[in-house]
């Protein structure tokens, strides 16, 4: 079993910068990938980024150069730092871990970005 927590989402300006954090504890060592998917209204949930167990990253196109994940191994913690902001980032941002046969998402965090 593995838990997510995220934390680090809020009301921003468009232009504007947040970071989204995402900490895993229990079965840590089975985690192949961890990332970040985001779901607006009336529509699908999709990914915004990955990064895997040996550091491969992964980004969707609508954030490449203006989102940057990373990870503190120490703290079992991966961030989303969000730059430039649009209004279309709006969404409930979920964290999500994949092991070899299950997935685990966290709770979310709503990202309302204002124009």
């Known amino acids: 079993q593995v838990q997510l927590v995220e934390s680090g989402g809020g009301l921003v300006q468009a232009g504007g910068s947040l970071r989204l954090s995402c900490a895993a504890s229990?079965?840590?060592?089975?985690?192949?990938?961890m990332g970040w998917y985001r779901q607006a209204p009336g529509k699908r949930r999709e990914l915004v980024a990955t990064?895997?167990?040996?550091?491969?990253?992964n980004y969707a196109d609508s954030v490449k150069g203006r989102f940057t994940i990373s990870r503190d191994n120490t703290k079992n913690t991966v961030y989303l730092k969000m730059d430039s902001l649009k209004p279309e980032d709006t969404a409930v941002y979920y964290c999500?871990?994949?092991?070899?046969?299950?997935?685990?998402w966290g709770q979310g965090t709503q990202v309302t970005v204002s124009s």
């Open positions: 999500n871990a994949a092991l070899l046969f299950q997935t685990y």
């Open positions: 229990g079965s840590i060592s089975s985690i192949n990938a």
């Open positions: 990064i895997t167990k040996p550091g491969r990253i």
